[in-house]
Structure formats: structure tokens, C-alpha cells
């Protein structure tokens, strides 16, 4: 499967780069053993980070990032089979969530819960 990671990126940070950077890391923590199971992890950011780079945002949530950090998230969810769901507050993490369920996708909300792949 290919499972997209989703929980607070922004949320609780004021924009603080090194909240974002610990909120990036929680992200990222559970990609490892997803892997493990023989499956796929994405992070939406690990997209959206470089595309929004490139099409000239300056900081987080300046206009460009609005334009295009949830809709990287939603477009990826359609070639993903589940979704984690990390803990913490975060009303993209949950959109993320509700799009998932739209989708049919499996929700799992503890990286031990992800069967290994057959």
C-alpha cells in the first residue's frame, strides 16, 4: 500500500520554523516502519515542500503555500491506498482524513495497526 502520513505540520507553531521543523520530524518518524511492512510512506510535504519552493513561496503560508500545501495532500490521496493519521491537532491532518474516507481508503491511526504487506 501506499500510506500517506498525515498530522500537524503548521498547527501550534505561530509559523515558528523549528516548531515546524519538530512537527516535520513527528511526520516523518513512523515512514521507517511502514517501510518495513513493505509498503509505501509519503509525507505530503515531501511534495509540497519543493513544488511551493519552486513556484516562489518565500515562508510558510504566504499565498503561494496556500495555493498549493492541501491541494498537493488531496491529489496524493487519490493514488494512495490508506492513510495514518499521527496525533495532534491539525484541520488539514483531518480534512485529510475525511477526503480519505471519500475515497474509500483504509485509516489507520497507530503505524502497529498497518498489517505487514503480502
Known sequence: MMILIAGPYRSGTGNNPELIQRNMDR??????SIFLKGHVPIV????????????????????????IQYPVAHRLLTK????????GASKGA???????????????YDVNDIPDAE
Not at 48 to 60: H, R, T, Y
Not at 80 to 87: K, M, N, S, T
Open 44 to 67: 505530503g510535504e515531501w511534495v509540497a515542500n519543493p513544488v511551493m519552493k519552486l513556484a516562489g513561496s518565500k515562508e510558510v503560508g504566504d499565498k503561494i503555500f496556500e495555493e
Open 80 to 87: 494512495c491506498d490508506a492513510i495514518l493519521r499521527i496525533d
Open 27 to 32: 511526520l516523518q518518524a513512523p515512514a521507517l
Open 94 to 108: 483531518d480534512q485529510d482524513v475525511r477526503i480519505a474516507k471519500e475515497l474509500g481508503l483504509k485509516i489507520f
